[in-house]
């Protein structure tokens, strides 16, 4: 029983490296660049053992969208049920905003390829990868619900566009944020800011 154990921590362990090997390569040069073999190299390890953890490219590019996803699902989920009882509309947003980017940053692999190549894919593995991403978009759904349900929305305001464009502008953060320039909690206030606050000042 300890070596059947072992022996699954080890195969484990092989599978985790290869799928972060895979993140990183995905996240620098994109999908159609990283074969197997440049995984495996990354991974330290031979081509063929790759597939003694996976049948193909095609199912570690899918775990690494899903991981990606859910990742950020898990922190803002996380946020939202602290939160979603006794706080105001603006308080609910904006948590979930940090949640959204703290984990989008730091994470960088795993998001990063999530966002970057989900458009360079086979179809059939974005149409898989679709249904985490349909997950995600849900909750935001009822984020947007409950924090409507506060009162102080505008009643023409189409939530769908609302969170298409949330979600779209709190990814592209990946391509020019720097850390140096200021904090990420920083950067959740100035965005739930301008989101749910707008451009234009007082008449």
Do not use: C
């Not at 699954?8 to 290869?18: H, P, S």
């Not at 924090?147 to 929305?153: K, P």
């Amino acid at each position: 029983m300890v070596q059947a154990t072992n022996k699954n921590e080890r195969a484990e362990k092989t599978r985790q490296r290869i799928l972060d090997a895979a993140a990183r390569l995905f996240r620098e040069r994109g999908y159609a660049s990283v074969s197997l073999r440049v995984i495996a190299t990354a991974a330290e390890m031979k081509a063929g053992s790759v597939y003694y953890h996976f049948k193909s490219k095609e199912e570690i590019v899918l775990e690494v969208l899903n991981v990606g996803i859910e990742l950020v699902f898990s922190a803002v989920e996380s946020s939202y049920e602290k939160n979603r009882e006794h706080a105001d509309a603006e308080t609910l947003i904006s948590r979930a905003v940090f949640a959204h980017l703290e984990t989008l940053l730091k994470h960088t692999d795993y998001t990063s390829a999530n966002v970057r190549i989900y458009g360079q894919v086979p179809e059939n593995i974005r149409s898989d990868a679709l249904n985490v991403r349909r997950k995600y978009e849900g909750l935001w759904d009822d984020i947007l619900k409950t924090a409507s349900s506060r009162g102080t929305f505008k009643s023409d305001l189409d939530m769908r566009i609302f969170r298409l464009m949330l979600i779209g502008s709190l990814n592209a953060t990946l391509e020019w944020f720097d850390p140096v320039q200021g904090s990420i909690e920083e950067l959740a206030k100035n965005y739930s800011q301008i989101l749910l606050n707008g451009l234009l000042g007082d008449k």
